[in-house]
Nanobody, 128 residues
């Protein structure tokens, strides 16, 4: 069973940057598409970004496009979310999720129901 662990969250001022990491327990993350989602109490989950298992396709929510960058290092079994120009509305718990695909697949999704494996999340707080 794949396990995911997020890290890199914290408190940052508006305009600042953070890099989140999603580390997998197995050396097979290269077979998984990975998505980042965020949750705020009282609101539904929002798909933030996703990347195909090949790494060749990425997608972003309109709210973060141009500010966030997703990438993956399959040799380290890790997916990253670089977050720049952070805003107060980016405050949330960020979760990564993975769905098994074949190696080199171009599939991706920003729908949480498409993912089977989830991490516990890391808190991101943007405040002055």
């Amino acid at each position: 069973q794949l396990q995911l662990v997020e890290s890199g969250g914290g408190l940052v001022h508006p305009g600042g940057s953070l890099r989140l990491s999603c580390a997998a327990s197995e050396s097979t993350l290269e077979y998984y598409a990975v998505g980042w989602f965020r949750r705020v109490p009282g609101k539904g989950p929002e798909g933030v970004s996703c990347i195909s298992s090949s790494g060749g396709r990425t997608n972003y929510a309109d709210s973060v496009k141009g500010r966030f960058t997703i990438s993956r290092d399959n040799a380290k079994n890790t997916v990253y979310l670089q977050m720049d120009s952070l805003k107060s509305e980016d405050t949330a718990v960020y979760h990564c999720a993975a769905d098994f695909r074949k190696y080199g697949s171009s599939w991706y999704s920003l729908e949480e129901n498409d993912y089977d494996f989830w991490g516990q999340g890391t808190q991101v707080t943007v405040s002055s």
